[in-house]
């Protein structure tokens, strides 16, 4: 079934480490995104992808970074985090076309000590 | 820059009955597209339900509807016959042109209540 996988659930991790959070989609989707959401908050954009090797900063300053080798897959990493990073971070991803309809990961909740 | 504004931080609705949520949206564009999606607690967000900004009739599915007042600058969404399983943080959101990127509100919190 088509869908988009987002991992780990839940993460909690000491200030300094590196962590990266997964996100692949299996619907053939060019287009994928970051959205850093606090909780019962908007949504903010961080980082978008049209394709593969084409990677953008959003609308929020993000100290994360993407890379987007494969179609399928978008993962964000963090070099150095830090407490100001908990946050939840969703993974979407959408197709070209008229209002396009964007499909959600289940989110990755992180917490930073 | 385009803004998308839900007043409404929080609602609550007895089941059963039908309960609106309000949003507004600034844009000097004449063609774009709106959408409300649906997050429920612990689960991933989905669409509900999109517009697009030259069709004139109300987009409606199954108990959702919109009323889509464009020189207003009005997207409210209608949930008619209101049930639990509609407990959820709903979001408003805009995308300018096709291609380009979302912008959401802040979110309604919306509590259906047995």
Redesign the interface.
Known sequence: EADIYQTPRYLVIGTGKKITLECSQTMGHDKM?WYQQDP????H?IH?SYGVNSTEK??LSSESTVSRIRTEHFPLTLESARPSHTSQY?C?SSE???????F????TQLSVL | AQTVTQSQPEMSVQEAETVTLSCTYDTSESNYYLFWYKQPPSRQMILVIRQEAYKQQNATENRFSVNFQKAAKSFSLKISDSQLGDTAMYFCAFQETSGSRLTFGEGTQLTVNP
């Open positions: 995104y019962g908050m908007e949504l954009l978008y959003g609308d969703l979407a070209w076309g008229e209002a396009e309809k964007l959600f990961g289940s989110g």
